[in-house]
């Protein structure tokens, strides 16, 4: 079933077999897609070229035409935008992540006590940038979920929340560091809310930070989708079907993603 959506998706389109797999993926997904690429071109035999950012930037950067061909977002909303315009076929959800949140190892925090947290005025709050990151996005849901916990505290966090990553003009980390250990590290919050992949990412990086899940009224869920990009060849189809099958699963797995809703 999987692969037959992606291949009549291709025939529609019109594409072409390739060498090279063109994915752009969602930066909370570059350490498993990296891996699930990799495993790819050995059983398949194509290569896969990768481009890692913001879901919403890339979604932008296909909009204006950049090659590509595999598109898998933190979220369902980017790609079916491509998708109703026309530029993507249809949307599957692949994985599922959640948010958490990550502390300064001198910062007194719980589950319990994590909204009391983010809303005392001495604690700089972290999030990314929403509408070019999902992971904003949903940060700013669970400011929508803390209003109707303490009424008023979506105004706060609004307010205060300083977004430091997945925007255009975002300073990004040096390469090979988690961008979010990297932001800790340089002290630039307090707090972070980020997914609890990153999360796990970051804390193997820096020592002493702290992984906070989110109590249930404050939870939010990430549902990522993936697509094929108008044109796409035989090999992305193929690669499309290989994350949505159980080789991939089980590498996204492995990396702390939660299987597809059926």
């Known amino acids: 079933m999987r692969i037959a959506v992606f291949v009549a998706c291709l025939l529609m389109s019109g594409g072409a077999m390739a060498d ?17 690429a990799r495993d790819f071109e050995a059983a398949a035999g194509h290569k896969v070229e990768t ?7 890339l979604r932008q950067r296909i909009e204006k035409g950049e090659p590509a061909e595999v598109f898998a977002s933190a979220n369902m909303k980017h790609p079916k ?4 315009a026309g530029k993507a076929g249809p949307v599957r959800m692949f994985a599922r992540n959640k948010l958490c949140a990550i502390a300064q190892p001198g910062v007194r925090v719980s589950t319990d006590t994590l909204l009391d947290v983010l809303l005392d005025p001495k604690v700089t ?11 904003g996005d949903y940060a700013w849901q669970l400011f929508a979920k803390a209003d109707k916990v303490s009424p008023g505290a979506k105004q706060v966090l609004d307010g205060k929340a300083v977004k430091l990553t997945g925007g ?49 009224a404050l939870s939010v869920g ?13 090999a992305a189809a193929k690669l499309a079907d290989h994350i949505l099958g159980p080789d ?13 809703e059926e």
């Open 81 to 84: 935008t491509l998708e109703k």
């Open 125 to 135: 709050v972290g999030t990314s940038t929403p509408k070019a990151d999902p992971s």
């Open 248 to 260: 991939g699963q089980k590498v996204l797995s492995r990396f702390g993603f939660d299987a597809p």
């Open 51 to 57: 481009a890692f950012g913001p879901s919403g930037l």
């Open 168 to 216: 255009p003009t975002s300073k990004k980390a040096p390469k090979g560091r988690n961008q979010y250990g990297w932001v800790m590290e340089n002290k630039r919050a307090d707090v972070f809310l980020t997914y609890c992949t990153n999360a796990v990412l970051a804390k193997k990086e820096v020592q002493g930070l702290q992984i906070i899940a989110v109590p249930d």
């Open 20 to 36: 090279t797999v063109k994915l752009h993926a969602a930066g909370s997904l570059k350490a498993a897609l990296t891996q699930v």
């Open 222 to 234: 990430a549902d990522y989708g993936i697509t094929l990009v108008t044109g796409a060849s035989t």
